[in-house]
């Protein structure tokens, strides 16, 4: 978001708020991307996301009371929170950051009152983690304003909790995370059993990353988010009573016949396949981006799509018939990222094969959906940080 979109909101935050002798502080957090490793991290797995230039921005000035007053540039919407807190059916957005006040008086915080202004350009609904960016920054300008010097990689773990048991969505560790940690130009690889994480810088001379936006968001899909978890968590008990060693269903290193010895269901079975074969998948992506090999990450994007489709079940037709359509115009690599059920394609190409392949996907997913298709260039950037206006 640029410097006079700032400026008008933090008049817009004076005139809804007033004004006084202190000023507020603005904080951004930023959108992200996740290389290799999807659905893989409430499971013990290892995932590759960094953070890009979208953000959420918030002003926040302590307000000498016991109550929370929060006011949506999206939504002109101002509302007033007190304790105790209860979700809010009509503006669901406050849950956000609600849910993140909780969050940290539960870790023995006692968070004053204060008014906080948002705003964002992440596409909602995307598949780019709007959310967890909300909930991040919040927390982070929350710990920064009453000088609470939360770690970051805490304040990723209070975001994660107020979506889980606030907002109620059963989410993994990964999008609080990289949006907390992030920096340009890195991606992290996260081991998201024991939160330990490294930093890659990775050269891709004449190739890029990019975005693709479906422009469709299917209505099931936190509810089926939810279940995907409650698939996993039910075929790991299953295989546990058989072959007790293995702690996480990431971990499992079954022969197809010793699966058949554990009564998985079918959907089990699948999923339980998607889980285990990400791992090698993401071994092929952290090989092929240390050793510039570029097409082999293709490949292992163009496979993770196959395995999100037809055994996870999370992707949808239109994500579907992207990540096709681009294979079959000679895209390196591709795959729909996120939770699923619409969002965002992240695709990986040679950079002069942009433009050919920017027209003739628009042509034809208009044709078939009767929708336009967005394209986003990004740049790795920083997590979570104070802005100075
Ligand atoms: C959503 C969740 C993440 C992760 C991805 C799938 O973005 O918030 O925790 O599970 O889906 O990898």
């Known amino acids: 978001m640029d410097s006079l979109r700032s400026k008008e909101n933090l008049n817009q935050f004076e005139r809804i708020f007033g004004k006084t002798n202190s000023h507020p502080r603005l904080f951004g957090a930023p959108a992200r991307i996740n290389i290799i490793g999807e659905h893989v991290d409430y499971l013990g797995g290892i995932v590759l996301p960094a953070a890009i230039d979208f953000s959420v921005q918030v002003f926040i000035r302590p307000n000498q009371t016991s109550y929370y007053q929060f006011h949506s540039v999206t939504y002109q919407e101002t509302v007033k929170v007190e304790k105790p807190f209860h979700q809010n059916s009509n503006s669901p957005w406050t849950d956000y950051i609600t849910g993140v006040i909780q969050e940290m008086e539960k870790l023995g915080f006692s968070i004053p009152g204060f008014d906080l202004l948002v705003d964002g350009d992440i596409p909602q609904g995307s598949g780019l983690s709007s959310s967890a960016a909300l909930e991040v920054v919040t927390g982070f300008a929350i710990s920064e304003s009453f ?12 975001g994660q909790k107020a979506e889980n048991n606030f907002v109620g969505t059963k989410c993994g560790i990964m999008d609080q995370f990289i949006i907390a940690v992030g920096k340009a130009n890195d991606c992290i690889s996260l081991n998201t059993d ?24 299917h209505n099931l899909k936190d509810s ?8 996993c968590e039910s075929a790991l008990k299953k295989i546990q009573a058989k072959f007790p060693k293995f702690l996480q269903l990431y971990d499992v290193t079954l022969s197809d016949e010793e699966l058949q ?3 998985l269901s079918l959907e089990e079975k699948k999923r339980t396949i998607h889980v285990t074969s990400e791992r090698e998948r993401t071994k092929q992506v952290i090989q092929g981006l ?6 082999s990450v293709g490949n292992a994007l163009f496979a993770t799509h196959e395995s999100l489709s037809k055994n996870f079940e999370v992707s949808c037709e239109e994500t579907d018939f992207i990540v096709s359509t681009l294979k079959a115009l000679g895209a390196v690599g591709a795959r729909m990222i996120g939770g699923g059920f619409g969002g965002c394609v992240l695709v990986l190409d040679k950079k002069d094969h942009f433009a050919k392949i920017n027209e003739e996907m628009k042509k034809s997913y208009q044709q ?12 790795i950037s920083d997590g979570v940080k104070e802005i100075s206006i």
């Open 147 to 158: 000088g609470l010097g939360i770690k970051k990689e805490t304040i990723a773990v209070i």
């Open 194 to 217: 024991t939160l330990q994480y490294t930093y890659h810088h990775f050269d891709l001379n004449e190739y890029e990353f990019y975005l693709i936006n479906s422009n469709v968001k």
């Open 224 to 231: 089926a988010y939810n279940q995907r978890r409650l698939e």
């Open 261 to 263: 010895l554990c009564g």
């Open 290 to 295: 240390e050793s510039n090999q570029l097409e």
């Open 368 to 379: 078939k959906f009767n929708l336009a298709l967005d394209f986003y260039k990004f740049q």
